[in-house]
């Protein structure tokens, strides 16, 4: 490897190595270089105007951390057989390399990966494993973006879990953080203008985008976007918070990005998937460059996640307050946005537009994702909020909707563990400073200081650490066995792979808390209810599935409280 570094405004940069200094030469554009090649293993760093050696902002090894001297390693691509996934027709499974296995490695995480294909998911979807600061964290504070976490097993761990999971049937989904960069082992700032002051984040200033010296920040993302898929064999990105991006150029970073991987694909021979999380309910992320939209494969829908959450947990706190009834969901089945140009009270305008004529398989459905249960003062789980036979609903109605269904890590058996937001930042000050905005951010929902646990205890850590051996026991197993039987049902019945949104038709009584959903010959029924309902049904209606085995009279079905049930028509006129 023959040592860069973009890096305009120092005035001489020097690489720093074990035994030597040796100074760089700089182009017009603020590129400097050095004169001589490192081979695998060797460790260096830059020193600006003289000062402490640090990290490469492209370092693709960090083996001591987000301080420490960066480390070159081999270029390895794989050649594999494999030949991607299909990301309208997978199911999802998220998943935290640190607490997936007791280890909390890329190798560990490896023996954990035939149960994932016996609960029959389709991909991963990892939350991010770049450098970030500490032994431990949900990984969207990473400073190294170029680097696989050192306490994750590094470039040669993640290497191997990528080819595990293929040589299993497996997509890998990555996480990818490019709104903002962590505070700790931040060193970006003193190399370049990463960094804007003209839009303010959530976290400080935005990423420079769109200003000057904009065009090598944006090659910066799109470099490091196509070095995952391409070096690393990742099948696709989820770019997180993409509302966050502050962009006004006339071909969006969303768009470039796009395009870039349209022509990796033809590279690599393989699909390659883009999946936004945005909270503007705005179709246009995945609308075609022709039509005017940024030609993303998917994006997530938080509206069906909350309507959904909502109407089985009677939560309405928060951004909660603008959902809560059966309608709701009714209105997300068939609509994707239930906020899609009206009024929202949580915000005091108008939110979103339509979906118009995109097919569900756009969006992302879950019941709960790291966000929805990490985000919480304690990390609470849907199982923990709604009880066994809610969630079983809850799942029910994820796995048989239009959209492309996730799992969030040990839903699959209703796991005891919780996911608590961690960190593990050596700087006190900034500590104290995670702790308090925590504390800040849930009064909203009303929960009291005492209620958050310290994200800096390494007990709250290890408490979200899945117990793996809890499947075998009830009422987890019972679970499990109702998660398979449903991705079982999906794959089964292509009615629910068909992800036309004029197909499906949902009607919602909330007065008496009941939901019939019919896509197809399919017709899934839920009562929310507290006493059991009577549903009116096609006399050829036949039983697939059900959470509590419902009772038949004549042409109606009854329903037990909090129960679903889905059922075949044979005759897909009635």
């Known amino acids: 490897m023959i040592p860069t570094v973009w890096a305009p405004f120092p ?12 100074p760089l030469t700089r182009d017009d554009d603020g590129w400097w270089k050095a004169d001589i090649a490192l081979e695998p293993g060797t460790d260096y760093g830059f020193s600006l105007d003289g000062g402490p050696p640090l990290p490469d902002p492209r370092s693709p090894s960090q083996p001591d951390g987000v301080h420490g001297l960066s480390r070159v390693v081999a270029a390895a691509r794989s050649h594999s057989e494999w030949r991607g996934i299909h990301l309208a027709s997978a199911i999802l499974y998220e998943m935290h390399v640190g607490t997936f296995s007791p280890a909390g490695t890329f190798t560990s995480a490896i023996d954990r990966l035939d149960d994932l294909v016996a609960l029959g998911v389709d991909a991963v979807k990892v ?14 504070d990473g400073v190294g973006l170029f680097a696989p976490h050192h306490a994750y097993g590094g470039p040669d761990g993640l290497r191997l879990f990528v080819e595990a999971c293929h040589q299993r049937g497996l997509g890998v989904i ?21 960094f804007t002051d003209v839009y303010r984040t959530p976290w400080g200033d935005a990423v420079n985008l769109d200003g000057a010296g904009s065009d090598n920040v944006r090659a910066f993302i799109l470099d490091n976007a196509v070095m995952w ?35 990796l694909e033809g590279e690599v021979g393989r699909p390659l998937s883009l999946i936004a999380e945005s909270d503007l309910n705005d179709p246009r992320l995945v609308w075609s460059r022709e039509r005017g939209g940024y030609g993303l494969d998917a994006t997530w829908s938080d509206d069906f996640h909350h309507a959904l959450h909502a109407a089985l947990t009677g939560e309405t706190d928060g951004y909660y307050a603008d959902f809560g009834s059966l309608s709701d ?14 009024y929202s009270a949580f915000r005091g305008r108008r939110h979103g537009r ?33 009880g066994p036979e809610r969630q079983k609903i809850g799942a029910a109605l994820v796995l048989t909707a239009p959209f492309v269904p996730m799992i969030f890590q040990g839903e699959e058996w209703a796991a005891s563990t ?31 200081p005492t209620d958050i646990p310290d994200p800096q205890d390494p007990a709250t850590f290890r408490s979200a650490k899945l117990d793996w051996d809890e499947r075998h026991r009830s009422p987890h197993s ?24 004029d197909r499906v038709s949902v009607t919602a009584d909330d007065a008496a808390g009941i939901l019939v959903m019919r896509r197809g010959r399919i017709v899934v029924a839920v009562n929310l209810g507290a006493r059991p309902k009577a549903v009116d049904l096609p006399a050829d209606a036949r039983h697939l599935l059900a959470s509590i085995p419902p009772d038949e009279t004549g042409e109606r079905l009854q329903l037990s409280p909090a129960s679903v049930a889905i059922l075949e028509l044979e005759d897909p006129s009635d």
Do not use: C
């Open 11 to 22: 005035e001489r940069v020097d690489l720093v190595l074990a035994d030597r200094t040796v």
């Open 329 to 342: 969901v009714a209105t997300a089945l068939q609509s994707v946005y239930v906020y899609d140009g009206k």
């Open 229 to 263: 898929m391409r070096d690393y064999e990742i099948d696709g990105l989820r770019i997180d918070a993409v509302h966050a991006f502050f962009d006004r150029s006339a071909v969006d970073l969303l768009e470039e990005l796009a395009e870039r991987v349209i022509e």
């Open 418 to 448: 919780p996911f608590p937001y961690f960190t593990d930042h050596a700087n006190p000050e900034l500590a104290v400073a995670v702790r308090e905005g925590r504390r800040r951010e849930f009064a909203a929902f009303g929960w009291s």
């Open 127 to 140: 939350m991010p494993i770049n450098q970030f600061s500490g032994e431990h964290g949900w990984g969207y």
């Open 478 to 501: 019972e679970m499990l066995d109702w998660y398979r039987r449903l991705i079982e049902l999906r794959r089964s019945q292509p009615d629910l792979t068909d992800g036309r949104l």
């Open 174 to 194: 990555l996480d990818v953080v490019y709104n903002h960069f962590g505070p700790e082992g931040n060193y970006l700032g003193r190399f370049g203008p990463y």
């Open 354 to 386: 339509p979906v118009g004529d995109l097919t569900g398989t756009r969006f992302l459905g879950y019941l709960q994702n790291h966000d929805q249960v990490g985000n919480r003062a304690r990390g609470d789980r849907i199982g923990h909020l709604a």
